[in-house]
């Protein structure tokens, strides 16, 4: 009976050293996954691809400085957020994705955006109903990172700089994951 009360109460400071750890966080977490489409011309034809898009949005959670103490603390509205997007691309018939992209950025705006391939390249899409519509008057700037990860630089109509970090870029013939 005594090491079931040792156990006990070694379970319950786990749970408490725990639950501390998750308040010095402060962070919420907001999960989607939504299917979109898009239609790229590929020199001979217009092809549809059809686009699964799974997105972690980690939002920072900052309170109201003279709400320190309080039990109901106000929030600070303009914290910036961390999206890591998943995007997996089916451009031909099958029921197989052809493409992954995962890539993440940092924003304060609720805007979102999507990176897609076009004709062996990356491109911004933007959300516009069942669709994604790829914005064609931007030139996507990038920069290699020492760990052979490369960034892609958006600026946003707001004139807000986004950096999109490319995690992963694989193709069906790829043997091994594509950095750039």
Do not use: C
């Not at 709400?67 to 031909?92: F, L, M, P």
């Not at 052979?148 to 950096?163: Q, S």
């Amino acid at each position: 009976m005594k090491m079931k009360a040792i156990y006990m109460s070694i379970a319950g400071l786990f749970l408490f050293t725990g639950s501390l750890a998750a308040q010095e966080e402060n962070q919420e977490v907001l999960d989607t996954k939504i299917s979109k489409s898009y239609t790229v011309n590929d020199g001979n034809k217009l092809v549809k691809n059809t686009v699964e898009i799974t997105t972690k949005r980690l939002n920072t959670i900052e309170n109201a400085k003279e709400d320190e103490g309080k039990i109901d603390q106000a929030r600070v509205v303009d914290s910036v957020s961390t999206i890591i997007k998943t995007v997996q691309i089916d451009n031909d018939e099958d029921d197989a994705f052809d493409e992954k992209i995962v890539f993440s950025y940092e924003s304060k705006t609720p805007e979102d955006f999507v990176l897609v391939s076009k004709n062996d390249e990356l491109v911004v899409a933007m959300n516009e109903g069942d669709n994604l519509k790829i914005v064609e008057n931007i030139n996507l700037k990038s920069k290699k990172m020492k760990n052979d990860k490369t960034t892609y630089v958006f600026t946003n109509e707001h004139g807000e700089n986004l950096e999109f970090l490319v995690e992963e870029y694989s193709k069906p013939d790829d043997t091994t994951m594509l950095n750039r």
